[in-house]
Structures are given as structure tokens and as C-alpha cells.
């Protein structure tokens, strides 16, 4: 069964930087893009990053531009999330999302909190 373990969260100062892990098992990840989400209290659940099977295209919600990078490694089943220049507003719970034969996988999702 596919399974999405995301790893990383934390408390960060504003400013400061984290990276987030997800590792991915049951499923064979190397062909499928893969999605970076976050959720905000008391907001509703929003697309942060993607990128596809082979790393060849990537997109960013446009208030993360520039600031945070999407990769994989497919050797290790993983896909990352650097997160740099963190401010109060990213802070949220952070899920990895694939798409397998129309249906939406969720980790359980990493909690990020920007705070001084």
C-alpha cells in the first residue's frame, strides 16, 4: 500500500531555514510527480510545490517563489522540501502528496512553526 512519511518540521526563527523529507513506499516512485502542500490553522489545505517523475519540471506557489526548492532523489524514494527565509505566515503542517490511478495519498503531514 502506498505509504507517505513526512520528517523535518520544527520551530524556526524568522528568517531561518528548514528541509522537509518524504519518504515513499508501495509504489513506484520514480514515475510519478509528487507534491508539496500545507495547511495553516484555521485555512484550508494549499498546493506549495511540485515536481514531476524525472526532477525536469518544477512549480512553486507564488509565496514560496524563490524561497523554497522542491527535489527527489528516486534512488532513496524521497522528495525534499528546502524551505529558506521562513516567515511567521509559512507556519503550518506540511504534506506530501502522489496521485496513483486517480486517487490522492496523504502522509500524515510535518508541523512547521516560524516564530521568534
Known amino acids: 500500500q502506498v505509504q507517505l512519511v513526512e520528517s523535518g518540521g520544527g520551530l524556526v526563527q524568522p528568517g531561518g531555514s528548514l528541509r522537509l523529507s518524504c519518504l515513499a513506499s508501495g509504489f513506484s516512485f520514480g514515475y510519478y510527480s509528487m507534491s508539496w502542500y500545507r495547511q495553516a490553522p484555521g485555512k484550508g489545505r494549499e498546493l506549495v510545490a511540485f515536481?514531476?517523475?524525472?526532477?525536469?519540471?518544477?512549480k512553486y506557489a507564488d509565496f514560496v517563489m524563490g524561497r523554497f526548492t522542491i527535489s527527489r532523489d528516486n534512488a532513496k524514494n524521497t522528495v525534499y522540501l528546502q524551505m529558506n527565509s521562513l516567515k511567521p505566515e509559512d507556519t503550518a503542517v506540511y504534506y506530501c502528496k502522489v496521485v496513483k490511478s486517480m486517487v490522492d495519498y496523504w502522509g500524515k503531514g510535518t508541523l512547521v512553526t516560524v516564530s521568534s
Open positions: 515536481i514531476a517523475s524525472d526532477s525536469g519540471s518544477t
